[in-house]
């Protein structure tokens, strides 16, 4: 997902309220509606369906990278995105009932 400290500019601000704006996706010019919502929006759905959070990662990209594809400095500090690792939270009778064993 685009990182909160990235999005919440495009917004006016709003961090809490979900909302949508204009986005661009890459170098390829691809348009689309984005959604911005809080970070608990983002995960609520899953852990109400029985997923677990394993992992959040900020990732931000290196002085080569950002020489490589023209990247403000500002790049260099602030992360892109938040990558969420989730896994299925199933009970051993879940799994046998939709496994089949």
Sequence with gaps: M????????????????????????GKYG????????SLEDYIK???ENGFMLTGLLEPKISKA?????????????IPKRLNLRFKLDLPSADFKLISGR
Aim: include cysteine; charge should be negative; aromatic fraction near 6%.
């Design 30 to 37: 691809l348009h689309v509606e984005m959604i911005q919502c």
């Design 65 to 77: 990278q950002a020489k490589q594809h023209g990247a403000p400095e500002e790049d260099l500090s």
């Design 45 to 47: 759905p899953f852990i």
């Design 2 to 25: 685009p990182h909160p400290i990235r999005t919440i500019p495009k917004v006016n601000g709003k961090y809490s309220a979900a909302t949508t704006y204009d986005g661009t996706i």
